[in-house]
Nanobody, 118 residues
Framework: QVQLVESGGGLVQAGGSLRLSCAASGSIFSIENMGWYRQAPGKQRELVATVGSGGSTKYADSVKGRFTISRDNAKNSVYLQMNSLKPEDTAVYYC????????????WGRGTQVTVSS
């Protein structure tokens, strides 16, 4: 099965930017939808954004206009550009195959920690 490794997190001040990367151990060409998820302390994991095989994107209302998801099938990678970060964006961020609102298709990676200070 494809393994996922997230990177690019860190500590940033409110208003700053980060670019997260998700590297897959195998091809993601045939995976229709990939998504970025996040889990804040004491909260359930939530879907942040998805990107389709053709490049179509969807975003959670909380990140619309600030985050941009993209994918590079040739590099088996998915990216999340995060701008205008807010303290409430603080969470561990994960990528996965998006199957449905409540379903994912691959094993979870370790994620990458994003901390936004006020």
């Amino acid at each position: 099965q494809v393994q996922l490794v997230e990177s690019g997190g860190g500590l940033v001040q409110a208003g700053g930017s980060l670019r997260l990367s998700c590297a897959a151990s195998g091809s993601i060409f045939s995976i229709e939808n990939m998504g970025w998820y996040r889990q804040a302390p004491g909260k359930q994991r939530e879907l942040v954004a998805t990107v389709g095989s053709g490049g179509s994107t969807k975003y959670a209302d909380s990140v619309k206009g600030r985050f941009t998801i993209s994918r590079d099938n040739a590099k088996n990678s998915v990216y999340l550009q995060m701008n205008s970060l807010k303290p409430e964006d603080t969470a561990v961020y994960y990528c996965n195959q998006y199957l449905s609102a409540t379903g994912t298709g691959l094993s979870w990676g370790r994620g990458t920690q994003v901390t936004v200070s006020s």
